[in-house]
């Protein structure tokens, strides 16, 4: 029971564990003055806000509910109907117990009961409650290399958007916490890394041996929290003979394909003659037959020397 001059609220919160419902209720007594409360919710129940006024001349006051998001007002209950973006998932229990059922994330706002009462001296005042839906992270989707060369940077990341309100992050390696700060441990002291536990993101500038093992992230809010599966990084060294023998290998491949393609073509395996006008033969002459070759090789004419 709280008093305030000569305002009394009495403000009873509880779990109906037969219904799965939370239950609050409000009395306000007259005079009447505005008061804001704040609670929070688990998902996917019922919730019930109840603005009970007593000591009351006027019969019937005219009772209101707006949802306040944003700073941008909108009815919710309003001529005795229930309206806005609760309509067909709220209800009225009188006299003006606003019950939201199967409420969500997208609930979470501030809600006022505003109560008119033409009769009574005192003719308008209201009730402001700020209700807040939390919803537990959902596994966290994770990304962490496979492999990794020494002194290579690397960066892991972590991300979920269901929960409510917005999840911060940890990462873990071999099952022990990482500091967001390395100096702040022994066993980080050496790393270059940063970590955001606001975006979740894990950045290595040069990669050590230290660094390889198993990571996972943890997303977690007010409402709890969730991790993702441990994934294995590995840190290799760079095998820099390896290298250079594979170029000097490649090389001398390309070289010894040049040398013998310049060799093939220079023993005319990639020449290719044709027959052409300039170096047609006729066929050597028969004994006692002329042959005549006019403009037109179809048009074939006898000369008197022809013999038979």
């Known amino acids: 029971m709280l008093n305030r001059g000569s305002m009394s609220l009495n403000v009873r919160l509880s779990n109906l564990l037969s219904s799965g419902r939370w239950l609050l209720i409000l009395t306000l007594n007259r005079p009447l003055e505005l008061l ?79 109560v008119t009462a033409p009769n009574d001296q005192k003719s308008f005042d209201e009730i402001l409650i700020s209700l807040t839906v939390r919803v537990k992270p959902v596994v966290p989707r994770c990304s962490v290399p496979k492999s990794v060369p020494v002194g290579k940077p690397a960066e892991l990341h972590c991300l979920e958007e269901e929960g409510y309100p917005k999840s911060q992050y940890q990462w873990f390696r071999n099952k022990e916490e990482i500091p967001e700060d390395p100096k702040s441990s022994p066993k980080f002291f050496n790393s270059t890394y940063t970590l955001s536990g606001e975006t979740g993101t894990l950045k290595f500038s040069a990669v050590r041996k230290e660094d ?41 491949v390309l070289l010894c394909i040049t040398v013998g ?42 000369k008197s020397s022809f013999v038979i």
């Open 36 to 114: 804001m409360s704040s609670f929070l919710f688990s998902p996917y129940v019922a919730i019930e806000l109840s603005c009970m006024i007593e000591s009351i001349s006027t019969t019937n006051p005219r009772i209101e509910w707006k949802k306040i998001k944003k700073g941008e007002p909108s009815y919710v209950f309003f001529e005795k109907e229930i309206a806005g973006d609760l309509e067909k998932r709220a209800k009225i229990r009188e006299p003006a117990t606003l019950v939201i059922l199967n409420a969500t994330r997208a609930d979470t706002a501030d809600y006022r009961c505003e």
């Open 212 to 252: 390889a093992g198993e990571y996972y992230c943890r997303a977690k809010n007010e409402a709890g929290f969730s991790e993702c599966g441990a994934q294995m990084m590995e840190v290799y060294d760079i095998n820099i003979a390896g290298i250079i023998l594979g170029v000097v290998i490649v090389v001398t």
């Open 261 to 302: 393609i310049f060799c093939a073509y220079k023993r005319g395996y990639f020449t290719s003659q044709k027959q052409t006008g300039n170096n047609y033969k006729a066929p050597a002459k028969g004994d006692g037959v002329d042959y005549v070759r006019t403009e037109d090789e179809g048009d074939f004419r006898h």
